[in-house]
């Protein structure tokens, strides 16, 4: 608890470009988390260097990701919007926890089997303890709360079982974490625009899947355009129908209308110009996002000072937790 309010921690790596998935699924439905929680948002940039990262492009990937934040609507004020490796605790607290997470638990993680496939050229320790890493980002702010999609599950549940460990050791030292679920029309999952069966994934190789935050209208035009549906001419959500279902709910999302609406709205409507409206609504939540983006980035001095603020006020809460940590394990405190 911060100031009687249940605190709720999450964040994004720092990698690649988002995507409207990332947009309607995870981002928008923070935005008013913070009338009710103490909310913390993390660019978790030490997370992103399990793969190779050009420096030069890294460096402005993770202060875009913050910028990002803000422009959609994260008010840095009410919200801690930070950079993960300016908080030492971070790496600090994740190798006392190595201590107290089993090879055999990291062994069984389904991302680190997946992501180890797909790099085996560099299957690194980090890679392997990425999940200690992001328990570590949990607790260090003794969260109630962590909003995370269905593949990061796996990784909150091993952060409770840390934590239990721990406590059952040394006593209450942390807050278990359990997995915040919005209301059901929040956190739509969206779908591959070429494959309506797969997530909308910013590492998908084909870019005709996902529509990036920062597309142009030419571009989401096109994509949309090109968008995979079916060979009936019917504007209906069903299972039978994935992409026009998709397609439906990335609607009903930009424009905050229910799918049974949407249904409604396009009865009769054929694919062509349903897509066109699809993509004129994706347009309409976007551009507005991109302006924001724009004017940010110019804000040089602005920005500087919500990062400076915010590492504090981070580095605050988590200096907060180490402590309590490093002296419950008995490691000698500095003499003052
Ligand atoms: P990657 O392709 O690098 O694995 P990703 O695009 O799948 O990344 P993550 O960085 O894993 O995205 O997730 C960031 C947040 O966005 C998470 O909360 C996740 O649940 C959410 N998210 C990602 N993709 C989608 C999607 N297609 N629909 C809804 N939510 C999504
Ligand atoms: N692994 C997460 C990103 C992440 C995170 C966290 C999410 C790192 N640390 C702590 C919530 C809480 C991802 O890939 N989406």
Known sequence: MIDDKKVLYSGM??????????????????????EEYECFWGVMDLHSLTVRQVPADFRKKARNLLTLYIAAGLDPVKNCIYFQSHVPAHAELSWLLSCFTYVGELNRMTQYKEKAAKHADNVNAGLFTYPVLMAADILLYQADFVPVGKDQKQHLEITRDIAERFNNIYGDVFTIPEPYIGKEEEGAKIMSLQDPEKKMSKSDENVNGSIFLMDDRDTIVRKFKRAV???????????????????????????????????????????GDFKMAVAEAVISVLGPLQEEFARLQKEKSFIDGIIKENDEKAAYFANKTLRKVKKKLGLTEKPR
């Open 229 to 271: 549906t079916d060979s009936d001419a019917e504007v209906r959500y069903g299972e039978d129908k994935p992409g026009v279902s998709n397609l439906l709910t990335i609607y009903g999302s930009c424009t905050n209308k229910s799918i049974q609406e949407a249904e409604k709205e396009f009865d009769g409507v054929g694919y």
């Open 13 to 34: 790596q720092a990698t690649g470009n988002l995507t409207l998935g990332n947009y309607l699924g995870a981002l928008k439905n923070w935005l008013t988390l913070n």
